[in-house]
T-cell receptor
Framework: GAVVSQHPSWVICKSGTSVKIECRSLDFQATTMFWYRQFPKQSLMLMATSNEGSKATYEQGVEKDKFLINHASLTLSTLTVTSAHPEDSSFYICSARASLDRGRGGYTFGSGTRLTVV | AQSVTQLDSQVPVFEEAPVELRCNYS??????LFWYVQYPNQGLQLLLKYLSGSTLVKGINGFEAEFNKSQTSFHLRKPSVHISDTAEYFC??????????????FGKGTLLTVNP
């Protein structure tokens, strides 16, 4: 089945530094990728939607300059948390939708990245 | 716009007992419906989905769900749970017409805890 590889699975960084999270679709072409943030014991909050070759669409309240999303190819999307601060500590999850899926297949999720900013 | 309500934030059950996790949705357009499971510190795994046709859908791990259009519900059931079913369960919907890139709208989740 469809697999999405997300790396790293966990990362600890110092306040003020930047962290890049990668999400790769291994056996299908992902036209659209979604990036979520999940707080402990809470649901997933959609941060942004990215389509290959286009600028990402951010949800209201999400800082575009802090959370940089790049979707340069049909198999790779990246989320860069710039100038990270402790309040950015969270669990980040990506999901991918295949090109011809039209929403019917559900979505394939990465395994998530636990970011801790100290 | 759509919204999803999972009525129970936590459901404790004993092993081998049946379980039902409730999900109601609200939408001005037709939607696809999904149930996902999340184990600790992991991403989400699709359990089952309703796209059209038979209102009773079967998924992985012995789970099934029934779509009820009149009650706008999509409850998840399992006749006999195992310890390994302990996880967070999310109900989700997406706009069938492709609005917002078919993005998923999630409920807040239900923590299923199976006790021995």
């Amino acid at each position: 089945g469809a697999v999405v590889s997300q790396h790293p699975s966990w990362v600890i960084c110092k306040s003020g530094t930047s962290v890049k999270i990668e999400c790769r679709s291994l056996d299908f072409q992902a036209t659209t990728m979604f990036w979520y943030r999940q707080f402990p014991k809470q649901s997933l909050m959609l941060m942004a939607t990215s389509n290959e070759g286009s600028k990402a669409t951010y949800e209201q309240g999400v800082e575009k300059d802090k959370f940089l999303i790049n979707h340069a190819s049909l198999t790779l999307s990246t989320l860069t948390v710039t100038s990270a601060h402790p309040e950015d500590s969270s669990f980040y999850i990506c999901s991918a939708r295949a090109s011809l899926d039209r929403g019917r297949g559900g979505y394939t999720f990465g395994s998530g990245t636990r970011l801790t900013v100290v | 716009a759509q919204s999803v309500t999972q009525l129970d934030s936590q459901v404790p059950v004993f092993e081998e007992a049946p379980v039902e996790l409730r999900c109601n949705y609200s939408s001005s357009v037709s939607v696809y419906l999904f149930w996902y499971v999340q184990y600790p510190n992991q991403g989400l795994q699709l359990l089952l989905k309703y796209l059209s046709g038979s209102t009773l859908v079967k998924g992985i791990n012995g789970f099934e769900a029934e779509f009820n259009k009149s009650q706008t519900s999509f409850h998840l059931r399992k006749p006999s749970v195992h310890i390994s079913d302990t996880a967070e369960y999310f109900c989700a919907v997406s706009d069938m017409s492709g609005g917002s890139n078919y993005k998923l709208t999630f409920g807040k989740g239900t923590l299923l805890t199976v006790n021995p």
